[in-house]
């Protein structure tokens, strides 16, 4: 039998499930391909209830499975608790022409059930930046092109944030904020007083502080703070695809969900010069089977999206689909994550945190904003949050423990964190491509990555250690270290690029409405299509992208 759909969608997480959802509500039979297995809302979170001493290992890691998977475990969001939603790094290898700490996470719902929920929109200033900082090539679209799509997104995921009023992160549509601690209050204030271009801000997170009609309609309730959302959240408090787009698109009896099933590439047809389907490979038969469709997304996550495309080769397209100008895989960038400040504070000694917080401060990039004025191009956000420290005395056993254990936290002084966010460039240089011998398991050939970082991120992040450094000196915070870790590019887990958006056939990918050029039934919908970076966690524009691009489809395909 042949399976046909009007559409498929290639990977089943953050992107894709906005794909399924707005192509599903208007009665388009969709079949979401992704390689993991299905992890069904609520009946798959093994341990969202569970406490440290019900793990094996007190929610820690063995030295073993350390050793074993070297790059999944550099995520500081692999623990006993959440490792079975992380990809290990045996079921797919890649080649690391420099180093790259590829963090994956393969099932349905995608990375969406990891990631930390931060969320914030472009302005028209950073879709400017590549023609204002003169690199790669402009973007194709404006700020209001995209401005209706945050809207629906934020409307349906649920946005904690405060109205700010700043045109270099514009506003959204915002559930109540559950605010800021005393001490990154206390920076708000002595930032505000010193520099009328800077802002410390709420940092926006997609979680449920109040319940509207739209989130009930989709099973879900408040956020109650556990802050254990990487293991999927019983009260779908946060947004992830498997709490929400995925069961909203399933409840329309217009969605497929195909698991286990590893799109190998695109089905071209030369004759009718057009994409016709995609053939699978069944993760645990290895068996090969062909699906097809009218239209198909690309949402496989970033570096898998340009693999398949790469891996589409076709006497139309010898190189990869849509590739006639070799720039396929190109221009692929990320974020640099690599620098922090911190600090401490002896004030506020009689003020501690009641509750936690899902969330952190945040501050908007204020570098290069209208123009080209530092000695390197775009800038950076800041991430930054205080905490109060304490210590705990777990010496002795049975009813000595519990006295010792209960009695009132001895505190210490509150500690300060600011970690710089910044834009990369994305450069020719930066890229990825097919190996032309070395497969996976699956005779797929393995990806070789060639992303490094660049003069103009060194000068970046001696440029926010400087400007960090003299705000914290004002705001009266002492002991300022600076930390650089070092880390590799593909950390930070904000890949981007590769099949890059631009109204040029010749030196870009994909067009304003997400098709390919060359190719015009698929879309791509996922990372690799941004042109640049921002400095903004990236999926908010991703998912906006997303819904736009599937209502694109809407209108020319399925009218
Ligand atoms: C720890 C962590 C924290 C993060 N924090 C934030 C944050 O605060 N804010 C933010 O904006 N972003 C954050 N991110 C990044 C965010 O998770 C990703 O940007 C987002 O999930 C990307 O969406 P996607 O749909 O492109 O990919 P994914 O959500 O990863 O989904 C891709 C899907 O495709 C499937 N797939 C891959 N290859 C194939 C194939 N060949 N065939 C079939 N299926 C395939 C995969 O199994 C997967 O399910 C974080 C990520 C992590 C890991
Ligand atoms: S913090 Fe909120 S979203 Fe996260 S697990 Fe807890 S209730 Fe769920």
Redesign the pocket.
Known sequence: MVAKYQAIV?????????VAKELCDQGIKTVM????PDVVHLRDYPTASKHPWEMEHRGRISAREREENPIATQ????YEGSKHF??KDAEQPYVQEKPFSW??????????????????RWSQHDLDGPAQDDFAIPWPINYKDIEPWYDRVEEFIGVSGEYDGLATLPDGKFLRSIGMNVVEKHFQETVAQNYKDRHVIYGR??HLTEVKEIHRQQGRGTCQHRVIC?RGCPFGGYFS?NSSTIPWAKRTGNLTIQAY????HIIYDDRQEKAIG?E?INRETRERSQIYAEVIFM????L??N??LMNSKSPRFPAGIGNDHQLLGKYVAFHNYRARLVAETGAFKDRVIDGRSMTNAYMPRWKNIHSLKEDFKRGYAVAFYAYRTYIEETTGVGEDLLKKMTKAKNFGLWQIDAMMMGETIPKFENHVRLHPSLVDKYG?PQLVINVDYDDNDQKMMEDFYQEMQEMFQKANFSNIRKIDSGQAPGLD???MGGARMGSDPTNSLVNKDSQIHSCKNIYV????CMTSTGT????????AL?ARAANHALETYFK
Request: with cysteine.
């Open positions: 290639v990977g089943a997480g953050l992107s894709g499930s906005w391909i992704d390689r993991g995520c500081y969001n692999y992380f990809t963090i994956r996470g393969y099932q349905v719902g995608g990375k969406s059930l990891l990631w930390a929920r931060q969320v914030q997170c997609a990487e695809a099933s590893i799109v190998s995609v699978i949402n496989a996550g970033t898998n999206t693999m398949v797929i887990v904000h890949h919908t996922d990372g690799s903004q966690n990236p999926s908010l524009t991703f998912m997303a």
